[in-house]
């Protein structure tokens, strides 16, 4: 069974930094997106950052210039450097990989920036 295992999160304050990392574990696969969504009380899901195998990116509006995501095929993995936190950024961070052998989510990790 494929499992997406999420690292990085925790409480930092605002202007700090976090690196989130989502690994595949379970199963070897070739993908063809991997992102980073988040979810916040009262709002949508929202994609983040998304990174193909092509090695094209992708950004919301609201990260750009502050969040970079990237991948390491060697160890199925993607990350998603945040830096210059704000309170809005505060949510549950998912890990998304679409692959051949199907869609695969991880079970989040949690954001909280905050004084």
């Known amino acids: 069974q494929v499992q997406l295992v999420e690292s990085g999160g925790g409480l930092v304050q605002p202007g700090g930094s976090l690196r989130l990392s989502c690994v595949a574990s379970?199963?070897?696969?070739?993908?063809?997106?991997m992102g980073w969504y988040r979810q916040a009380p009262g709002k949508q899901r929202e994609l983040v950052a998304a990174?193909?195998?092509?090695?094209?990116?992708n950004y919301a509006d609201s990260v750009k210039g502050r969040f970079t995501i990237s991948r390491d095929n060697a160890k199925n993995a993607v990350y998603l450097q945040m830096n210059s936190l704000k309170p809005e950024d505060t949510a549950v961070y998912l890990c998304?990989?679409?692959?051949?052998?199907?869609?695969?989510w991880g079970q989040g990790t949690q954001v909280t920036v905050s004084s």
């Open positions: 990174i193909t195998s092509g090695g094209s990116t």
């Open positions: 998304n990989v679409r692959a051949t052998l199907g869609i695969f």
């Open positions: 379970g199963s070897i696969f070739s993908f063809y997106f």
